[in-house]
């Protein structure tokens, strides 16, 4: 069973730019979401999808934003992008009712 | 609030040795979920367990335990006879109860626990 592939996997941007990353879940996965990873935050969840509607939020701005497609792959944006959005972006996906996330590999960012 | 503190931030030990990864969690809620995740360089967090608040009691996985109690809010994980392949950053995460319906992809993770285990 393929796992979670995430895609780019790095990429280099700069100020202003804006960004978007793609998650295919495993197959038969409804739920997907999303965490940034920096190492002075730490794991931040962005937000969840379940059958194409925002389940929910974590505190972001609004320059985050995600949305996820019929066949469950999901994507997120971030826009004008700043130096501290540089991280590594998680996607997670799940079945309904088990908790248990599987995780990709990441797409990791870097905003010049 | 809902909080996950891993007080260590990184520890050494040389293999076979046995070593314990503290996790203290917080939360009001009477009914939540405890994991831990292990995060190799590659990148991808793996699922090592799920525990549930209702249950108390300790799971053994081959070389791996961990102890659940409530009394002090604490899911520690053990790992017995370490080896170098267990090098890795180790997460303990909390959920709100998983419901069908409800959120179950909202994990508050702690900061990390990066092990390092020396030939």
Known sequence: KAGVTQTPRYLIKTRGQQVTLSCSPISGHRSVSWYQQTPGQGLQFLFEYFSETQRNKGNFPGRFSGRQFSNSRSEMNVSTLELGDSALYLCASSTQGTGELFFGEGSRLTVL | AQKVTQAQTEIS???KEDVTL???YETRDTTYYLFWYKQPPSGELVFLIRR???DEQNEISGRYSWNFQK???SFNFTITASQVVDSAVYFC???EAVNY???QGN???GKGTKLSVKP
């Open chain 2, 13 to 15: 030990v040389v293999e």
């Open chain 2, 22 to 24: 503290d996790c203290v």
């Open chain 2, 52 to 54: 549930n608040s209702f």
């Open chain 2, 71 to 73: 009394s002090t809010s």
């Open chain 2, 93 to 95: 995460a909390l959920s």
């Open chain 2, 101 to 103: 319906g409800g959120s």
């Open chain 2, 107 to 109: 994990l508050i993770f």
